[in-house]
């Protein structure tokens, strides 16, 4: 994602949805567009949602196994604005080159994994742990992982 783009998401409606389901909805959507926005470090415009009927201007076709008098496609958009700046208080993280942090992401990110099954990190959080681990432990990773 980059500046400029919109970020969409969307979920068929068929009328027999509760206030409850569209709340959980639309938090879930928000957190996953942000979690997308976290990873490529941009940030976004409020999410808006948006009603669409069938027929409506880019609406694709209703599937088969949704029906209903109410059927109607809530779509939910956000703007990327801008570029998030880089916390300049991750001195070690920042000192990085490019090729190691990737690899010691990638690390930290199966670790992660392996003791939370179904949680993923974003870069900023696997860089947060990096961070706090420190230079010893990241230059032993490093070393580990070329042999």
Not at 33 to 57: H, Y
Not at 101 to 118: C, D, F, S, V, W
Request: net charge negative; charged share 30%; with cysteine.
């Amino acid at each position: 994602m980059k500046p400029g783009e919109t970020v969409e998401s969307a979920i068929w409606l068929d009328g027999h949805e509760t206030s409850e389901d569209l709340r959980r909805f639309k938090a879930d959507v928000i957190d996953a567009i942000d979690t997308a926005c976290a990873e490529s470090n941009v940030k976004r415009s409020p999410v808006v949602f948006v009603e669409k009927k069938p027929g409506d201007e880019r609406v694709p076709a209703v599937p088969d196994h949704i029906q209903g008098l109410d059927v109607r496609l809530l779509v939910a958009e956000a703007d990327i604005v801008g570029y998030v700046k880089p916390e300049t208080s991750r001195a070690f993280v920042g000192d990085l080159d490019a090729k190691d942090l990737e690899t010691l992401r990638g690390i930290t990110k199966r670790a992660h994994q392996a003791h939370n099954p179904g949680k993923t990190l974003t870069n900023i959080q696997c860089d947060d742990v990096i961070e706090t681990l420190g230079p010893d432990t990241a230059l032993k990773t490093l070393g580990a992982e070329v042999h």
